[in-house]
C-alpha cells in the first residue's frame, strides 16, 4: 500500500455533535495508527492548528449557521491548509460547501471520497415535503455529488439507494462500535424495579426522539411500568417535555463523557434507537455492545444491524414501537444480553478502518 496522506474535511462539527464526529474520529484514529498521515479539517470560531497524536486538527474560522453548527463557507483557509499538508486523498464528510474542495483535488491530482453520512432524499422530506420537484432536484444533487468524487461511500444499503437509483454504484462501508469503552462490564440493569428504557442522541425532529417519547406516553397509557432516560441536547427539548406530560420520562441533557454513557446503557434494559431515516445507527451498536437490546424501526439504516435474536423493531408510530417494547420486555434474560453483545462484535472499528484504507489506496494517484 502506498504511504498515505488522508485529508478528512467536514462540517457540522461541534463539541455536541454526535454520530458523525465519532465515525471521523474514529476512522482518523484508525488511519494514524495504521501509520498514515492525517489531517482533519473542520469549522471552528477561530483559524486554530492542533497537533495531536492522532494527527493535525485544523480549525477555520466559520459562521454560525444553527445554534450548534458553524460550516466553512470561504475556502480560502481549506485549501492553503490541503496546500500546506499535501494529502495524498481528501475523505468528505459533508455534501455542502466542501464538495467544491473536489475541483481543488483535480487540479492537483488527489484523490477524492465522499462518506456519506446522510440520505439527502429524506432530509429534503423533513424540510419541505415530498413532490416530484423535490425527487428531481435531489437527485440531481446526488448526480452532482457522484461525478465531483472518485468513490462515493455508503454505510449501509438503506444510505446507498439513492446513489443507485442515479446509475451510481456506491461502496458499502459499513462503521463500527468501540468494544472496549462500550462493554457489558461498565454496569449492569437493575433486575427489579421500573423497566429502565434509554434513548441517546440529538433532540432535534430529524432523529425522531418526539417518537420514543410518544411510545413511552403510550406505554404509560397502558400501566406498563417503566422510566425512560433521554440523553442529549438540542431544538426540540421544550417541545419533547411538553409531549411527554407526566409519563415517567427524564431529560438528563448531554452527556459528553463517552464512559459515562456506555455506564448508563449497561445499567439500561432496553435502548430506544428508533429513528427510521437513520442511514447507520452508532447510538444502537453502542446499546448492543453493552449488552443492551434494542427497539428500533423497521426501516432505515439501524435496521440492518440487528436480527430477533437481540432487538425488536416496529413501524414508525407510538402504537408499534410500545408493542415491540412490551415484547422485548417479555423477552429480558441473560441470554438476550448475550446475544445483543456478539451482534455488536460483527462490527468493530478496525473493520471499517482497513475497508476504508484500501479505498483511500485506490484512488490514490
Known amino acids: 500500500m502506498p504511504a498515505l496522506r488522508i485529508a478528512q474535511v467536514a462540517n457540522f462539527v461541534s463539541p455536541t455533535s454526535g454520530g458523525m464526529k465519532v465515525a471521523i474520529d474514529q476512522l482518523g484514529r484508525g488511519y494514524a495508527a495504521a501509520g498514515a498521515e492525517r489531517l482533519l479539517l473542520i469549522p471552528g470560531e477561530t483559524d486554530r492548528t492542533t497537533v495531536t497524536d492522532a494527527g493535525t486538527i485544523v480549525e477555520v474560522g466559520a459562521p454560525k449557521i444553527s445554534s450548534s453548527y458553524r460550516m466553512i463557507l470561504d475556502l480560502k483557509a481549506a485549501r492553503a491548509a490541503l496546500e500546506s499538508f499535501g494529502p495524498t486523498s481528501i475523505e468528505c464528510s459533508d455534501k455542502w460547501s466542501l464538495t467544491r474542495l473536489s475541483t481543488w483535488a483535480a487540479q492537483h491530482r488527489v484523490g477524492t471520497v465522499l462518506l456519506s453520512h446522510e440520505r439527502l432524499e429524506e432530509m429534503a422530506t423533513d424540510w419541505v415535503g415530498h413532490g416530484a420537484v423535490v425527487r428531481s432536484a435531489v437527485r440531481a444533487w446526488n448526480r452532482r455529488l457522484a461525478d465531483r468524487f472518485d468513490i462515493v461511500v455508503v454505510t449501509s444499503r438503506y444510505s446507498g439507494v439513492e446513489f443507485e437509483r442515479i446509475g451510481a454504484h456506491p461502496h458499502l462501508v459499513p462503521l463500527g462500535v468501540d468494544l472496549d469503552n462500550f462493554h457489558p462490564s461498565k ?134 414501537i410500545a408493542d415491540a417494547v412490551e415484547n422485548l420486555i417479555a423477552r429480558r434474560s441473560r441470554s438476550l444480553r448475550h446475544a445483543a453483545r456478539s451482534r455488536a462484535e460483527q462490527y468493530p472499528w478496525s473493520a471499517s478502518v482497513e475497508r476504508m484504507l484500501d479505498i483511500h489506496a485506490t484512488v490514490t494517484y
Open 187 to 320: 454496569g449492569h440493569p437493575p433486575g427489579i424495579g421500573p423497566v429502565q428504557l434509554v434513548h441517546v442522541g440529538r433532540m432535534s425532529h430529524e432523529k425522531y426522539p418526539q417518537l420514543a417519547v410518544a411510545s413511552a406516553v403510550e406505554l404509560h397509557r397502558r400501566g406498563v411500568g417503566f422510566q425512560l432516560n433521554m440523553y442529549g441536547t438540542g431544538p426540540d427539548i421544550d417541545s419533547l417535555r411538553k409531549l411527554a406530560g407526566d409519563a415517567p420520562v427524564k431529560f438528563h441533557g448531554l452527556i459528553a463523557d463517552r464512559a459515562e454513557v456506555a455506564r448508563r446503557l449497561a445499567a439500561s434494559d432496553i435502548s430506544l434507537s428508533v429513528c427510521p431515516t437513520e442511514t447507520f445507527g452508532l447510538a444502537l451498536l453502542e446499546a448492543l455492545a453493552c449488552g443492551t437490546p434494542v427497539i428500533t424501526a423497521d426501516r432505515g439504516g439501524a435496521r440492518e444491524l440487528v436480527d430477533e435474536s437481540c432487538a425488536g423493531w416496529g413501524s414508525p408510530d407510538a402504537i408499534s
